[in-house]
């Protein structure tokens, strides 16, 4: 199963920037399929933020859009994956459990938690006014 091992977060004011990265390994060349970052506020379900398939093609929540970026690139010998999103213009909406996520088939940032077969540890993002 994919391994996957966060990094980033923190506290910032509304407007800053902030960039998470997550580390995948155990991966093969087709799996996995998607890879994406979820977020959660407490007493809430885990939402799509961002996804990106083995080839590149990123998909966006609306919420989102336009200030966030997700990218990935991979090891020399393809045994490690990793993955980033880059976060700008915070809002203060923003603030939640940010959780680094993969899994096969379809490549949507709109997909249920449930589908999610791997995931990282979370790391807190805080966005102050």
């Known amino acids: 199963q994919v391994q996957l091992a966060e990094s980033g977060g923190g506290s910032v004011q509304s407007g800053g920037s902030l960039r998470l990265t997550c580390g995948a390994t155990r991966i093969t060349p087709g799996s996995p399929g998607c890879m994406g970052w979820f977020r959660q506020l407490p007493g809430n379900e885990r939402e799509g933020v961002a996804a990106i398939g083995r080839h590149g093609t990123a998909h966006y929540a609306g919420s989102v859009m336009g200030r966030f970026t997700i990218s990935q690139e991979y090891s020399q010998d393809n045994a490690r994956r990793t993955l980033y999103l880059e976060m700008t213009s915070l809002k203060v909406e923003d603030t939640a459990m940010y959780y680094c996520?993969?899994?096969?088939?379809?490549?949507?940032?709109?997909?249920?938690?449930?589908?999610?077969?791997?995931w990282g540890q979370g790391t807190q993002v805080t966005v102050s006014s």
């Open positions: 996520a993969a899994w096969p088939g379809a490549c949507s940032s709109t997909i249920p938690s449930r589908m999610v077969t791997s």
